[in-house]
DNA sequence: CGCATTATTTAAACTAGTTTAAGATTAATG
DNA sequence: CATTAATCTTAAACTAGTTTAAATAATGCG
């Protein structure tokens, strides 16, 4: 059962008993998701928070243009969800699909609001996590506003190579905010260098 | 007493009685700051949580090199912290400055762990907080990647009027990630299209 | 397998934004 | 108030990254 890695994920957190630990988890439901599926549509209202088992997937968002940007990428130990539009219950400004066939771990709202209140604990265990993420969308922007193209594509292979590995250059150069071509002339160029 | 404004701040998240209320506010305290003071310095551990009262706050990241880049301004009704440095007590990667005659409303990190004893309710209080500013952060770097210069401009300008009134050029500059003279560029070219 | 679609590479022309430098304005300071 | 320092503007030269386009490679699919 893989999902000791949440379990995992929780108590590297916070402290909780066996018990309370359970009954967290008994909330959480497996959901396969095949390649390509959309898990949320630009629009909707987010009903669900997931935790990654398996895979990987892509959150985006995307002007009237058609025009796609990646926020992020979301493989195993991520979460995916939007978080403005499941906690406020308002249409969600972002579009998630998964990139490879996928296993979520997914509470719905609902179950979210009765686990903080079964649990209060739990209050504080996502407090924490989403601390954690202001910090690194932080950090996020301080590199997009010091750093080269050349110098956010390196970041991100060496800091996510698994990642990194499973997608196209097109997704890639969206997420660090240039253009395919431009990732190919990086490419080029890292190439020459090692040689 | 302008504590009032906090005061409001909290309600508009999260029901509280009076006297839980009260009991809140008792663990934050007035503090002056002038102009030019900083409130906490890289390498530095923040000790604190502040709400601004009055004032305005510049909260940047500076690399070796000097080069500094600033994340955001806090300015009256927003907060100023290190929130990876005060969540885990390790040394900030930011500095915060006071880039006017401020007062704010801190509370220490003990009396902020005290906070969270006491009144468990206000886990879920800073819950709900984070995860707006997660949201904040999240549409920041999308506008980031989707919008020119000019338009990031227009952007900040018409969204805080009152901040951007108070900040020099070269600030506006480093916010948006472009340099100062081409903050100039932009403003001229605006003031010839209204012309 | 074979076809169609999509991703990748390459290169030339282009542009948004930078760099450097100098002069003009404004603000801080003794 | 005078002087120093800092900011702001302008402009010319430059560069990082874009756009357009065309050719090639890889992938998905009936």
Redesign the pocket.
């Known amino acids: 059962m893989q999902a000791e890695l949440l379990r995992t994920y929780f108590l590297n957190i916070i402290a909780l008993t066996p018990s309370e630990l359970e009954r967290i988890m008994s909330h959480y439901h497996e959901r396969k998701v095949p390649?390509?599926e959309f898990v949320l549509r630009q629009g909707e209202i987010c009903g669900f928070e997931g935790y990654v088992l398996e895979g990987c997937f892509k959150i985006s968002a995307s002007d009237a243009a058609g025009m796609e940007k990646v926020l992020y990428f979301a493989a195993q130990d991520w979460w995916v969800m939007e978080l403005d539009s499941f906690t406020n219950q308002i249409p969600s400004k972002l579009d998630i699909q998964a990139l490879a066939d996928s296993v979520l771990l997914e509470i719905s709202k609902a179950d979210k609001e009765k686990l903080y209140k079964e649990i209060p604990k739990t209050e504080r265990l996502f407090r924490i996590m989403s601390h954690k993420a202001v910090a690194a969308w932080q950090q996020r922007l301080i590199r997009n506003h010091t750093?080269?193209?050349?110098?956010?594509y390196d970041h991100f292979i060496t800091t996510y190579p698994d990642i990194a590995a499973m997608?196209?250059?097109?997704?890639?150069?969206s997420y660090l905010?240039?253009?395919?071509?431009?990732?190919?002339?990086?490419?080029?160029r890292r190439?020459l260098k090692k040689s």
């Open positions: 390649k390509g750093m080269t193209a050349e110098q956010r997608l196209t250059n097109k997704l890639i150069a905010g240039i253009t395919q071509e431009f990732v190919s002339v990086i490419r080029k190439a």
